[in-house]
């Protein structure tokens, strides 16, 4: 499976972005999804998962009823609609995919896209 995110950019604090992940080389079909982000000096963090036929949905604390994830079946493709962004928003967004647990399980074996940056002004 390749990843490819895209949508990233820089927003003024209160804003809205919508980030994109692409999937090729096969189908999301009964993967698990989300994504995690990287802010700088930190380690990265879980934002959001999904099994892909919608179930199962988890959100970090921090992003709870501002963030929301969902995809594309026809598509290969997952979003993350980002609302009322703040500047400690800002990171290098991920997405990842993992065929058999959530992608914040320890147990999961995470395929990643290769970030895009979020940037949040204040």
């Known amino acids: 499976v390749q990843l490819q995110a895209s949508g990233g950019g820089l927003v003024q604090a209160g804003g809205s972005l919508r980030l994109s992940c692409a999937a090729s080389g096969r189908t999301f079909s009964n993967y698990y999804i989300g994504w995690f982000r990287q802010a700088p000096g930190k380690e990265r963090e879980f934002v959001t998962s999904i099994r892909w036929s919608g179930s199962s949905t988890y959100y970090a604390d921090s992003v709870k009823g501002r963030f929301t994830i969902s995809r594309d079946n026809a598509k290969n493709t997952m979003y993350l609609q980002m609302n009322r962004l703040k500047p400690e928003d800002t990171a290098v967004y991920y997405c990842?995919?993992?065929?058999?647990?959530?992608?914040?399980?320890?147990?999961?074996?995470?395929?990643w896209g290769q970030g895009t940056q979020v940037t949040v002004s204040s």
């Open positions: 990842a995919a993992s065929p058999q647990y959530p992608v914040h399980s320890q147990y999961a074996d995470n395929y």
